[in-house]
């Protein structure tokens, strides 16, 4: 009988008795020892995988000589940076800059008596002397035109006369504004109408004639012959007392008086003084005549 032994090399021994007659295992026998010679087989094979991967030397990684260099260089610049001061200084200046101990000491004296003024783009601040002033003349202004309002509603007029020469302007000195007659007051025009009030019987308010009832279209008096076409009141070339004269220069007069050689005294206001009262003589064919109106 044929007998089988499995040995450690793994290989299929067959030994045959020759004292017995030629045999073969049986199939099961067979197969059951070729599992065996795999499995053996398998695991020297894993064995000998795992003593050479063991075995194997372990990989070197090698950096490009240039990084390297790079790398140094980036180093030692961060460390020359941080070694650097926060300011430079000039050497050449600071060995000729004196020392603080030896320079001479200053001062500063103020004069008492000095004024200190401030400006900035041509602009001043207004100081409070300056404002305290503004008030106290706007205080006298309010004030005088207070008085000059009350003088204007209080005057008592005396009648001179109709042809009695004489400043009996009764609204002189109070100031520039409008008169109770809504003219300017110490303009000429101003005192022609109060003199066609004072002969129409008119001598407070409310007056008679005003610019209004006058000149309604414009005060000055370069527009009182025109006002008085409008009205259709008498225009002459002829002086009348009474009458206003239209001289040049935008100017009105009042006609005191028809000398005897035809010349014409006149009374006016603003003429040969500003807001002041006169008297001159004109030739008679040198003023427009604006008889009173009616």
């Known amino acids: 009988m044929t007998e089988v032994n499995l040995t450690k090399s793994s290989e299929l021994d067959l030994s045959v008795n020759p004292d017995s007659p030629l045999s073969w295992p049986t199939s099961r026998g067979r197969r059951s020892a070729v599992r065996r010679a795999a499995t053996v087989r398998a695991a020297a094979t894993a064995r000998t995988a795992e003593s050479a991967r063991t075995a194997r030397p372990a990989r070197t990684t090698h950096k490009h000589p240039a990084a390297v260099l790079f790398t140094m260089l980036a180093v030692g610049g961060m460390f020359g940076v941080m070694g650097l001061p926060a300011y430079a200084v000039n050497p050449t200046d600071a060995a000729g800059a004196p020392e603080a101990s030896s320079l001479p000491a200053q001062s500063f004296v103020a004069n008492a008596d000095a004024t200190i003024s ?20 706007a205080e006298q202004l309010a004030t ?141 064919g040198s003023a427009t005549y604006l008889y009173p109106p009616g």
């Open 118 to 137: 401030a400006a900035r783009d041509g602009f001043t601040a207004t100081t409070p002397e300056e404002l305290s002033a503004a008030k106290l003349a």
């Open 144 to 284: 005088q035109q207070t008085s000059a309002a009350a003088r204007v509603r209080n005057y008592v007029y005396t009648d001179p006369g109709p042809r009695q020469a004489g400043d009996d302007y009764p609204f002189s000195g109070m100031g520039e504004g409008l008169s109770p007659l809504r003219y300017y007051m110490g303009e000429c025009v101003d005192f022609v109408a109060w003199r066609l009030n004072r002969d129409a019987g008119s001598t407070s308010a409310p007056f008679k004639w005003d610019w209004s009832t006058l000149t309604p279209g414009g005060g000055s008096a370069n527009s009182w012959t025109s006002a008085w076409e409008n009205h259709g009141w008498p225009i002459s070339s002829t002086p009348v007392a009474g009458a206003v004269a239209v001289t040049g220069y935008m100017h009105v007069a009042y006609v005191k008086e028809v000398l005897g050689d035809g010349t014409v005294l006149l009374e006016e206001y603003n003429y040969g003084g500003y807001h002041q009262y006169g008297q001159r003589v004109i030739s008679a």
